[in-house]
């Protein structure tokens, strides 16, 4: 069975510039996470889905960051505009009925 | 808030020897507790949980117990082994098992020598 996929890998964009992550989670799982993750902080939560509605954005940046998980299936998370301190690794979870989260190895984002 | 708080790293032991990373953490009601492992270029894993007080989880030689009256969930392995060099995050999730979103602590660096 296949994990969580995200894409890209690595991202590098200069600043002021769009940018988006891609999530695709294990087929099934109802629920996803986006997370941030701060060079040598643990990950933090930004938005959490229950299929395509977002229950808990509260820490999302909403001036700059959306996202969306069209059809309760694959998940976008786009910045616009992207600042200096964007530079972090964006990593996706998911879980099936709130059950153990499961992540995809990440998307390490530098802005220059 | 709820928070997470681990012993910082790196840690540096010879293989074979015993392992101890300390986590302890604050947090309103009973949350669930877990370690997530990462490896170098992959994504975090699950290692263990225990839900409620008393718990102990286990996996691959790891260990560790829910300690309510010390808010402690120390993780701990007999005998290391080089494969066990990685990132290690100690995690609290809501009573329901992590539902909300999981809190995380800040990872502790593991290196073992040879």
């Known amino acids: 069975e296949a994990g969580v996929v995200q894409s890209p890998r690595y991202k590098i964009i200069e600043k002021k510039q769009p940018v988006a992550f891609w999530c695709n989670p294990i087929s099934g799982h109802n629920t996803l996470y986006w997370y941030l993750q701060n060079l040598g902080q643990g990950p933090e939560l930004l938005i959490r889905?229950?299929?395509?509605?977002?229950?808990?954005d509260s820490q999302l940046p909403k001036d700059r960051f959306s996202a969306e998980r069209l059809k309760g299936v694959d998940s976008t998370l786009k910045i616009q505009p992207a600042e200096l301190g964007d530079s972090a690794v964006y990593l996706c979870?998911?879980?099936?009925?709130?059950?153990?989260?499961?992540f995809g190895a990440g998307t390490r984002l530098s802005v220059l | 808030g709820d928070s997470v708080t681990q012993m910082e790293g790196p840690v540096t032991l010879s293989e074979e020897a015993f392992l101890t990373i300390n986590c302890t953490y604050t947090?309103?009601?009973?949350?669930?507790l877990f370690w997530y492992v990462q490896y170098p270029g992959e994504g975090l894993q699950l290692l263990l949980k225990?839900?409620?007080?008393?718990d102990k989880g286990s996996n691959k030689g790891f260990e560790a117990t829910y300690r309510k009256e010390t808010t402690s969930f120390h993780l701990e392995k007999g005998s290391v082994q080089v494969s066990d060099s990685a990132v290690y995050f100690c995690?609290?999730?809501?009573?329901?098992?992590?539902?909300?979103?999981?809190?995380f602590g800040k990872g502790t660096h593991l290196i073992i020598q040879p």
């Open positions: 979870a998911s879980s099936l009925d709130s059950d153990i989260q499961y």
């Open positions: 947090a309103t009601g009973y949350p669930s």
């Open positions: 889905y229950e299929n395509e509605e977002a229950v808990d």
């Open positions: 995690a609290l999730g809501d009573s329901g098992g992590g539902a909300d979103g999981l809190t």
């Open positions: 225990a839900t409620k007080a008393d």
